[in-house]
């Protein structure tokens, strides 16, 4: 946590040079407006950034988040320490150390990603028009040892992304649903845990991510995640990530995800498939 | 895999939705729900400090019929809403994007309170969105 901290400290400063005199903590936003915390810290959903953003800081607010997640896979444990400041309904900053432990080899691998996200138009809720946003996840990897041996370029990368997101209050069967599309563009393999370009491509890839979900009410919703990746590592096939999940919105302070996500094979090891949970603060 | 999801979600949405369905005015319970609904909605906005403020002049019993009248309309009722438009009702009221979501919250907390279906509250809440640009900032 206190790695966290120091990392975050610089993620703050920045934002507060966006916060106006008159801004204050808030929660202007309906409740779940702000969705989760995903596995590289930007607000979204688990695997995929979503065009929402973090918190429920409305026009004139700030707000923030803190994250854990964890993903216990068969040979592998994915576990994300997450923080956001968003500001006015307009900017997001996040911050993420990722550790993934190689259970069966032993070992792990670590990455910290710094995370912006910036609202070009458009609302979530309200409106014909989708919400879009632009953002970019800077990489830095902690462990390229390993990393390099298996073709990696680099040991950081940025990736770039766009995102539409549009809720439908009364959707199909009369319940509210979301709907997100993500265009990113990367060279990261498996996220940046495995480094960034490599033997086999070391340029820029576009991949597609989408999200889709239903609110049974106002406090449980459902829905699916599906994440391309690239494929820059000619020592083993990489693979497009897809979760189904569960999420709990009890209050605006607290959010819980459970998933069942199936991550295919991660470097070589076949089958990675497991349990995925999620729990998000909100301040 | 993604392609076919999204073909899916895409037939799901242009299908028509069956015309049996009963009126959002008969879920709210016809004149006298929608009565019920709008005052315990009034209630919470009177007790909400972000914003009573912009109700301090309000004429309740008025702003409770009009209310009533308006969403009776807009819900299928056999009403014809007698006040101004929106845009004319809000005018130089300022409200901004937090009030005005407040204020959903309000009635979301009513519906609760009258123990509305989610469906029926999502009928509902659809309605009212569409009048967030209306309302905002004018």
């Known amino acids: 946590m206190r790695k966290l901290t120091r990392v975050a400290a610089p993620a703050l400063a920045v934002a507060t040079l966006f916060v106006s005199h008159h801004a204050m903590a808030d929660f202007g936003r309906i409740i779940a407006t702000g969705g989760l915390t995903t596995v590289e810290g930007s607000g979204g959903g688990g695997l ?10 409305e026009e004139g607010q700030w707000g923030g988040t803190i994250a854990y997640n964890q993903v216990n896979l068969d040979d592998y444990k994915l576990a994300v320490k997450a923080a956001t400041i968003s500001v006015d309904n307009r900017w997001e900053f996040s911050v993420a150390k990722q550790q993934f432990d190689l259970l069966s080899l032993g070992g792990s691998l670590k990455q910290d990603i ?46 770039i992304y766009f995102s539409g997101a549009k809720v439908w209050l009364d959707g199909i069967w009369h319940r509210t649903w979301l709907a997100n599309v993500t265009l990113r563009a990367t060279k990261a393999n498996e996220m940046g845990l495995l480094g960034f370009g490599g033997d086999a491509n070391n340029s820029y890839e ?17 829905g699916v995640e599906y994440r391309q990746k690239p494929n820059n590592l000619g020592f083993a096939e990489e693979h497009d990530w ?3 999940f569960i999420g709990w919105f009890p209050h605006k302070r607290i959010a819980f995800a459970l998933a069942y996500t199936q991550l295919e094979s991660i470097a070589g090891a076949d089958g990675q498939d497991g349990i995925y949970g999620s729990l998000q603060v909100t301040f | 895999m993604a392609r076919i999801f999204l073909v899916a979600i895409w ?19 016809q004149e006298q729900g929608i009565s019920q609904l709008m005052e315990a909605f009034i209630l919470e906005i009177a007790e909400d400090d972000r914003v009573i403020h912009h109700f301090e002049n309000v004429d309740i019993d008025r702003f409770h019929r009009m209310l009533s009248e308006h969403i009776c309309e807009l819900s299928g009722g056999p009403c014809k809403y007698s006040g ?39 009928r509902l809440l659809a309605i009212l969105a569409s009048f967030h640009k209306e309302v905002i900032y004018q």
């Not at chain 2, 037939?11 to 319970?29: F, H, I, K, Q």
């Not at chain 2, 809000?90 to 005005?100: D, L, Y």
């Not at chain 2, 959903?104 to 029926?120: F, G, H, I, R, Y």
């Open chain 1, 242 to 244: 897809y979760d189904i």
């Open chain 1, 206 to 222: 576009l991949q597609g991510e989408i999200a889709v979900g239903m609110f049974i009410n106002r406090n449980w919703a459902v």
């Open chain 2, 11 to 29: 037939l799901l949405l242009a299908v028509p939705v069956v015309a049996m369905e009963r009126t959002l005015y008969d879920e709210l319970g």
């Open chain 1, 48 to 57: 995929v950034p979503w065009a929402t953003l973090s918190s429920y800081a």
């Open chain 2, 84 to 122: 101004e438009s929106m845009v004319t009702v809000h005018t130089g009221m300022n409200i901004s994007r937090a009030e005005f979501n407040a204020v959903v919250e309000n009635l979301m907390t009513a519906m609760d309170q009258q123990q509305l279906a989610v469906s029926t509250q999502n």
């Open chain 1, 114 to 159: 710094y995370g912006i996200k910036y609202r070009l138009g458009g609302d979530v809720l309200y409106g014909a028009m989708p919400q879009f946003t632009v953002g970019l996840q800077h990489k830095r990897n902690q462990s390229f040892d390993l990393p390099q041996a298996v073709g990696a370029k680099d040991d950081t990368g940025t990736d």
